[in-house]
């Protein structure tokens, strides 16, 4: 049995329009490479999703910005991401 529609379904999938401005594209882009690499996809998987227009936000930096750029954000994204290591590890 199909759930009738409800209008304050919390479930229900919404589309929401994402400004492309250059400032709203930056933190756009780092929040896409944070959650990448924090859900553990690898590099390429993450150029990959970039460069396939099935990903729209992803796709659309790619195309705006470049392959340069989005390998720059990914590299940063690693950067605050790296696992700390601890000099004198007590274990």
Avoid at 19 to 28: I, V
Avoid at 38 to 66: N, Q
């Amino acid at each position: 049995m199909i759930k009738p529609f409800e209008d304050d379904d919390p479930m229900e999938l919404k589309g929401v329009e994402v400004d492309a401005e250059e400032e709203c594209m930056t933190e756009m882009t780092r929040a896409f490479m944070d959650e990448f690499v924090r859900t553990g996809y690898s590099d390429d998987e993450i150029l990959r999703m970039f460069r396939l227009p099935i990903y729209h936000g992803p796709h659309m930096v790619h195309r705006a910005k470049g392959p340069g750029y989005v390998k720059e954000m990914l590299n940063e994204a690693r950067d605050r991401w790296q696992p700390l290591s601890y000099e004198g590890d007590r274990s």
